[in-house]
């Protein structure tokens, strides 16, 4: 069976031909997965240690992954910190355009350098004062007298490389990696009417997850299950007729696209009213005056006016000519391994999925809201990151709105599915063929990296 034609209508492209403002050409193309497997995925990828520690290997000291916003490190000596399982780098800028990386560790005895973000014109170890300066060389060993055996010359700091590419701060611990630039493949193609250099972080808020990183992030990038965990959102969302984009040849990206202002094919014969009603009951940001319908015209259409108006006061831009579907809808992109970019302006998403430390059964996940920046470049105090205690729920970030009640249903669910693997007596995981494709693309990347020949990680001294 053809499963594109076997899916309920109407689909993306028809909702989005149908649109008063048309939708950028490359919304226009659809790209379902081809000749993938139907294999069960063995669950152990989700808890053993063994298959922690050699992707620690293979993945997070291999491939490029979000470090930081540009806006977050504006002048010479900010810097953040940031940790992958046991790896920890100090994400500095080091001139005016310039950004480095270092391995955060004194060159003595081991030492973090340093323990949180901030702005510092020398890196000074806390223990015995070894120091250095931000391009990487040693300047200063107290009582050297005793250490004439060391070649201060020969000690600058280890680096990992260091890319940027729309406003983000990318790191790769492997020095024979390939150029960020490749890597991306085809997302700075689709994300080039997006802007993303032009936002900034509004908001950013993390919490622990009690499952494995993949798993959080797997309950983030298909709809299937939106109709049974998310119920409330079937009379605005397209959940079902969600489309899935896999690009032969590209093995680091994928995207869905959620279309939104019309209802779920499960609920024919909602009223243009009653999706307008939920979808101000659930996102704030379409409340205010009342939308009415007139004759010929649509809950969508209204919506996307309305969405334009709102985003034009905030930022002080001409929205009149943007797309209903960038106005309105989810666009989500995926960048191997653990980064979720979503597109457009309706939802201005970026999500991050990491281990939490060396436990394979839970994860850190992280909301990041990212709005325009004023005309004039100007913008406000990048958010800082909101971490979120165990009994806390991401209903209590305010600063996400809509988007933490979808998270707290999620984050019910991946404990039960952590749970429910660990007690499993099935080995695998099993995939439907189309809404879960980008799972299995995921998943084939994944086996790339875990299966490649293992490589000594250099860094520079």
Same mark, same amino acid.
């Given at each position: ?303 996307? #006016?309305? +969405? /334009? ?5 905030? !930022?002080?831009? &001409?929205?009149?000519?943007? =797309? ?110 189309? #809404?879960? +494709? /980008? ?5 084939? !990347?994944?086996? &790339?990296?875990?299966?490649? =020949? ?8």
């Amino acid at each position: 069976m053809d499963l594109i034609s076997a899916r309920p209508g109407p689909s993306v492209q028809e909702v989005l031909a149908a649109d008063v403002n048309p939708a950028p050409a490359l919304m226009l193309t659809e790209s379902p997965a081809a000749g993938q497997s139907t294999a069960d995925l063995p669950i152990e990828r989700y808890f053993s240690k063994e298959w922690h520690d050699r992707q620690v290997e293979q993945v997070w000291r291999r491939c490029w992954q979000l470090a930081c916003r540009v806006e977050e490190i504006p002048n010479v000596g900010d810097h953040i910190i940031y940790e992958i399982v046991h790896d920890s780098l100090i994400v500095v800028r080091t001139g005016p355009d310039e950004i480095r990386a270092y391995i955060n560790s004194c060159l003595h005895r081991g030492t973090l350098l340093r323990t949180e973000g901030g702005c510092v014109q020398r890196l000074r170890c806390p223990f015995h004062g070894w120091t250095w300066k931000l391009d990487g060389a040693l300047v200063h060993v107290p009582q050297q007298w005793d250490l004439p055996h060391v070649d201060q010359a020969a000690m600058s700091l280890p680096e990992a490389r260091v890319g940027t590419w729309g406003g983000y701060v990318f790191v790769n611990f492997d020095l024979q990696c390939e150029p960020l630039s490749t890597y991306l493949e085809n997302l700075p193609e689709h994300f080039a009417a997006f802007d993303m250099e032009n936002r900034y972080k509004a908001a950013h808020v993390a919490k622990i997850m009690p499952c494995n990183w993949k798993l959080a992030m797997e309950a983030f990038v298909e709809a299937y299950h939106v109709a049974i965990a998310h119920p409330q959102v079937l009379g605005y969302y397209g959940d079902s007729n969600t489309q899935y984009d896999v690009w032969p040849g590209i093995r680091h990206v994928s995207r869905m696209i959620s279309v939104q202002g019309v209802p779920s094919p499960s609920m024919k014969g909602i009223p243009a009213e009653r999706t307008i009603e939920e979808m101000r009951r659930d996102v704030p940001f379409f409340a205010g005056r009342p939308i009415e319908v007139g004759e010929g015209e649509t809950a969508r259409a209204k919506l996307a #006016q309305r +969405s /334009r108006e709102k985003i034009a006061r905030s !930022t002080q831009l &001409d929205m009149s000519a943007l =797309s209903d579907t960038e106005s309105l809808d989810l666009i989500e992109y995926m960048l191997f391994p653990n980064m979720v970019p979503w597109g457009g302006q309706a939802l201005p998403i970026t999500y991050r999925f990491r281990p939490n430390g060396d436990d394979p059964e839970s994860s850190i996940m992280e909301i990041m809201f990212l709005f325009s920046k004023s005309p004039d470049g100007s913008h406000p105090t990048p958010a800082t990151m909101t971490m979120l205690s165990a009994d806390q729920k991401w209903a209590d970030a305010p600063e996400l709105g809509s988007a933490a009640m979808v998270a707290d249903q999620d984050t019910d669910n991946l404990m039960r599915i952590q749970k429910g693997l660990r007690t499993s007596r099935k080995p695998g995981v099993t995939l439907a063929r189309y #809404q879960e +494709s /980008r799972i299995r693309h995921f998943h084939a !990347t994944l086996d &790339d990296y875990m299966n490649a =020949s293992p490589v000594h990680v250099r860094t520079t001294r």
